[in-house]
């Protein structure tokens, strides 16, 4: 059963920062909430995840809400590499097995 | 950094066929998966490894079986192929039990069966 919600497909253009919506409403306490990306003939590769605070790397900004029932990635400066499939998922605690769901395809124009 | 490297990248088999694919890992992890990914949908665990000699079964273990022989490789096998079957089959390996336990991919064996 898929524990998070995400749009099917989202467009945007070279340059913009995109905003990347995962609802996650039953979200368990010590779970954590990872961002993996997928693109054509390849698996998933990592992005970044968080449990409370907000975290950002050099691919991703990951705000999440006070509540913890959200999460958004967001993308600064797309350019073509970043369109992907983007999957939102909970882990729980240590050790536990991660479930994939369909993701959010994202769609780069130049 | 290390890599996961699966063979073959492209397998095609008959139906009936026993087939076996491969993957090894050269980052010293401790935990390894074989996920299953049909076109269009996500990924769904078939069975997992936390260390050498370790099998655990996952959602969609029917149908296959996997051994861990060494640390760093971990087969899967396919008892059966089912006629018409198409799937991208994905190895994983993370370091198990640690709080920011992180996944990394191969590019998976594409199987076809006729």
């Known amino acids: 059963d898929a524990k998070t919600t995400q749009p099917d497909s989202m467009e945007s253009t070279e340059g913009e920062t995109v905003h990347l919506p995962c609802s996650h409403a039953?979200?368990?306490?010590?779970?954590?909430i990872y961002w993996y990306r997928q693109v054509p003939l390849q698996g998933p590769e990592y992005v970044t995840h968080g449990l409370q605070q907000n975290t950002t790397n050099s691919m991703a900004f990951l705000a999440i809400a006070s509540d913890r029932k959200s999460s958004t990635l967001i993308l600064t400066h797309v350019s073509l590499r970043d369109a992907a499939v983007y999957h939102c998922?909970?882990?729980?605690?240590?050790?536990?097995?991660?479930?994939f769901g369909k993701g959010a395809k994202l769609t780069v124009s130049p | 950094g290390g890599i996961i490297t699966q063979t073959p990248k492209f397998l095609i088999g008959q139906e009936g066929q026993k087939l076996t694919l491969k993957c090894q890992q050269n980052f010293n992890h401790d935990t390894m998966y074989w996920y299953r990914q049909d076109s269009g949908k996500g990924l769904r665990l078939i069975y997992y490894s936390i260390t050498e000699n370790d099998l655990q079964k996952g959602d969609l273990s029917e149908g296959y079986d996997a051994s861990r022989e060494k640390k760093s490789s971990f087969s899967l096998t396919v008892t059966s192929a089912q006629k018409n079957e198409m799937a991208v089959f994905l190895c994983?390996?993370?370091?198990?039990?640690?709080?920011?336990?992180?996944?990394?991919f191969g590019s998976g064996t594409r199987l076809t069966v006729l």
């Open positions: 039953t979200i368990s306490g010590n779970e954590y």
């Open positions: 994983a390996s993370s370091d198990w039990g640690t709080s920011a336990e992180t996944l990394y």
């Open positions: 998922i909970l882990r729980g605690g240590t050790g536990s097995k991660l479930s």
